[in-house]
């Protein structure tokens, strides 16, 4: 399998910390949708990352997808989800937060950097970044009150959060402080200790 994205994408670094927590062989190619857009639209027309070439050519989008598809097919049993129903509950709470958050990230960052200054919208953004500080207040609750949950480095939830929390730092610091998030500091700061993030780290020309 072919992983193909830039790592500084929270979406393709969360896939490929997942695959390497899951011990599911692959290779990881660093193209990028911005700087090297024909190279990727030669992989994948839509221009997606990440995008996961199966080893059949066949191409799968959306770091959700892609990571059901892996435990479903070629995981051996593993996973990085629990199996009680309500812990799955609420892994599934927090991993929606932290794709939330990494979504709304995005969007402010796009607007700030791809779109002119002149046609950028003021009240589009003021709700789009409530809608981000949202998301990470409800991230850093989840946290704060489950930390048996988070102190799993290989579940989904630990590095979904993680992984969002170390993109949106670096690209927006002053609109998410951090002082306001202490589990989530912790929780990145040991992490990104881990195996499994050193080996993929969040590297990329950005915007």
């Given at each position: ?17 997942a695959l ?6 692959f290779?990881?190619?660093?193209v ?8 990727f639209?030669?992989?994948n027309?839509v221009?997606k990352?990440?995008?996961l070439?199966?080893?059949d050519g ?13 435990e479903?097919?070629?995981?051996r049993?593993?996973?990085?989800w629990p ?8 892994e ?23 779109r002119?200054?002149e046609a ?10 409530g809608?981000?500080l949202?998301a990470y207040?409800?991230?850093?609750r ?7 949950a ?7 939830a ?11 730092q ?12 202490p ?6 700061e ?8 050193q080996?993929y ?7």
């Amino acid at each position: 399998m072919r992983l193909i994205g830039m790592l500084d994408s929270p979406y393709v670094r969360r896939v490929a910390i997942a695959l390497e927590s899951l011990h599911v062989p692959f290779k990881h190619e660093p193209v990028s949708v911005f700087s090297t857009f024909e190279q990727f639209q030669d992989v994948n027309p839509v221009v997606k990352a990440p995008t996961l070439v199966c080893d059949d050519g066949e191409i799968l989008m959306d770091s959700s997808l892609i990571l059901q598809f892996v435990e479903a097919t070629v995981a051996r049993g593993k996973s990085l989800w629990p199996a009680d129903p309500m812990e799955l509950q609420r892994e599934f709470r927090a991993v929606g937060l932290a794709l939330a958050a990494c979504e709304k990230s995005v969007q402010i960052i796009y607007e700030r950097n791809l779109r002119p200054k002149e046609a950028q919208h003021e009240p589009w953004v003021t709700r789009v970044t409530g809608q981000l500080l949202a998301a990470y207040a409800g991230l850093e609750r989840e946290v704060q009150r489950r930390p048996a949950a988070f102190s799993v480095s290989h579940g989904q939830a630990a590095i979904s959060a993680a992984v969002a929390w170390q993109f949106t730092q670096s690209m927006l610091t002053a609109v998410v402080p951090a002082s306001n998030h202490p589990g989530l500091v912790k929780l990145s700061e040991r992490l990104e200790q881990t195996v499994e993030f050193q080996k993929y780290p969040p590297v990329g020309p950005g915007v």
